[in-house]
């Protein structure tokens, strides 16, 4: 399957969220989609928010994921990134990979980034494989950072890569 990242429409945005599910890996407690502040959080991540890049992630044109280039850095050619899918219909279907891989390639060749940092819980299996299969190396692990759902801690593994290499092989 192929994926498209691109902005979300505010349209696209709240349709995106009002079919949200949080992974229960990741994310403890029941979601409920609320129209005004999905308005805001909008306003806020495409007019306001400096330094970050937000992105829709689309697969078979709808909205699957968001993907955001955060705390971009030009100056130290440095940004870090975050990933969720809409539920669990999109998981375990190689799209976050694909979109982790463009958005890669955009902070690359967009804005000139060379490092670019993620992090998950050593609980979230399927996160670390996308880490390990895209080329990051894990820098730092933080003990008990993350208390999961059913109050067993999990480590917060900082996870990098080097551009260079990577883009070097997309081209």
């Excluded at 994921?65 to 705390?71: A, D, N, S, Y």
């Excluded at 008990?144 to 059913?150: E, H, I, L, Y």
């Amino acid at each position: 399957m192929t994926i498209e990242l691109r902005p979300f429409t505010e349209p696209e945005y709240h349709d995106f969220f009002r079919n949200y599910v949080p992974d229960p890996v990741m994310e403890p407690g029941p979601y409920k989609y609320n129209r005004e502040v999905i308005s805001r959080s909008f306003h806020y991540n495409y007019h306001v928010r400096e330094n970050y890049a937000h992105y829709g992630i689309f697969a078979e044109n709808r909205p699957a994921g968001c993907f955001q280039l955060k705390r971009i850095d030009s100056t130290r050619k440095y940004c870090e990134f975050g990933i969720i899918l809409q539920n669990e219909s999109w998981m375990n279907r190689g799209i976050g990979t694909q979109a982790i891989r463009l958005g890669l390639e955009i902070a690359g060749k967009r804005f000139g980034i060379r490092t670019v940092m993620g992090d998950t819980s050593s609980l979230n299996h399927r996160m670390i494989r996308v880490f390990e299969k895209l080329g990051f190396r894990l820098v730092e692990t933080v003990p008990d950072a993350f208390r999961m759902v059913n109050g067993q801690p999990g480590d917060r593994l900082v996870y990098e890569i080097d551009l260079t290499g990577f883009l070097s092989d997309t081209d």
